[in-house]
T-cell receptor, first 115, second 114 residues
Framework: AQSVTQLGSHVSVSEGALVLLRCNYSSSVPPYLFWYVQYPNQGLQLLLKYTTGATLVKGINGFEAEFKKSETSFHLTKPSAHMSDAAEYFCAVSGSGAAGNKLTFGGGTRVLVKP | GAGVSQSPRYKVAKRGQDVALRCDPISGHVSLFWYQQALGQGPEFLTYFQNEAQLDKSGLPSDRFFAERPEGSVSTLKIQRTQQEDSAVYLC????????????FGPGTRLTVT
């Protein structure tokens, strides 16, 4: 069984400041980890994913995340926030990289970017 | 197609009505998932198809929920005798081996039960 906890349902950052979104997971098997972004009235778009190998994962739009097994964390960062980063972000875990890899999501973090 | 499409985008149903939500996955994608996203929450898994076979329906909340994918492409999620707690966004996702089974999501159907 898997679960995901996202600390902070809302985060407010200034344009140009660091974005840090926290995600901790629980998994009984080696996890596959994902970050998705959701803009209003749209579906989820994959930002990045960790499967195996390098623990620092780079994604689209300047985001990256680091898998830390000892901390069961997969925090998402972006060095400099842009107004277009305002959206809701979901961390997700799966126990498989195969065909039936259903995702377990956290509750989401809504990011507000102040000019 | 260019992406996953869902219809209708918005549906208002009176309590007790039956509804049918449609998902058109990316052409050729073998795997198809349904998720339910309640307001202010993350999506929750409902069911999974591989081609026309429904291999996992462990997330369906009650026997009022039924999903099918008879020809292995388009899928329909049906909810019978809708209740207010069924109000949510219903997301469909498809995936295939070529992209490492990355799930591509549709825009969702927002169901409001009054």
């Amino acid at each position: 069984a898997q679960s995901v906890t996202q600390l902070g349902s809302h985060v407010s950052v200034s344009e140009g400041a660091l974005v840090l979104l926290r995600c901790n997971y629980s998994s009984s098997v080696p996890p596959y980890l994902f970050w998705y972004v959701q803009y209003p009235n749209q579906g989820l778009q994959l930002l990045l994913k960790y499967t195996t190998g390098a623990t620092l994962v780079k994604g689209i739009n300047g985001f990256e995340a680091e898998f830390k097994k000892s901390e069961t964390s997969f925090h998402l960062t972006k060095p400099s926030a842009h107004m277009s980063d305002a959206a809701e972000y979901f961390c997700a875990v799966s126990g498989s990289g195969a065909a039936g890899n259903k995702l377990t999501f956290g509750g989401g973090t809504r990011v507000l970017v102040k000019p | 197609g260019a992406g996953v499409s869902q219809s209708p985008r918005y549906k208002v149903a009176k309590r007790g009505q039956d509804v049918a939500l449609r998902c058109d996955p990316i052409s050729g994608h073998v795997s198809l998932f349904w998720y339910q996203q309640a307001l202010g929450q993350g999506p929750e898994f409902l069911t999974y198809f591989q081609n026309e076979a429904q291999l996992d329906k462990s997330g369906l909340p009650s026997d009022r929920f039924f999903a099918e994918r008879p020809e292995g492409s388009v899928s329909t999620l049906k909810i019978q005798r809708t209740q207010q707690e069924d109000s949510a966004v219903y997301l469909c996702a498809s995936s295939d081996r070529d992209r490492g089974y990355e799930q591509y999501f549709g825009p969702g159907t927002r169901l409001t039960v009054t």
